[in-house]
């Protein structure tokens, strides 16, 4: 059974910083691009990031970009989102996804997304 599973997710104080899991089960995770996303209270699924499998590419949003890292250790079968710099505004529930195998190139698109994990909160608080 293809599943996924973040972790790392915590309470963190601003400018503190957090990194994020996703593990994969039941699938090799390197034949995937893997995209992070999140979602705060009452607002939309956001993509973040994500790395492509073919040729390690990676994309970021602008909200995250020079504070966050994604990565992936496919001998692990997981990828990471190192996050550094938090803000308050980074609190959300932080999700990953495998991105649907008729798309090249990864993006920050949810509904470009098969497969996703339960996902994990993340709270940048004082």
């Known amino acids: 059974q293809l599943q996924l599973v973040e972790s790392g997710g915590g309470l963190v104080q601003p400018g503190g910083s957090l990194r994020l899991s996703c593990a994969a089960s039941?699938?090799?995770?390197?034949?995937?691009?893997i995209g992070w996303f999140r979602q705060a209270p009452g607002k939309e699924r956001e993509g973040i990031s994500c790395?492509?499998?073919?040729?390690?590419?990676?994309y970021y949003a602008d909200a995250v970009k020079g504070r966050f890292t994604i990565s992936r250790n496919d001998a692990k079968n997981t990828v990471y989102l190192q996050m550094n710099s938090l803000k308050p505004d980074d609190t959300a529930v932080y999700f990953c996804a495998t991105l649907g195998i008729t798309y090249y190139f990864c993006s920050g698109q949810p509904d470009e997304y098969d497969y996703w994990g339960q996902g994990t909160q993340v709270t940048v608080s004082s």
């Open positions: 039941g699938f090799t995770l390197d034949y995937y691009s």
């Open positions: 790395i492509n499998s073919s040729d390690g590419s990676t």
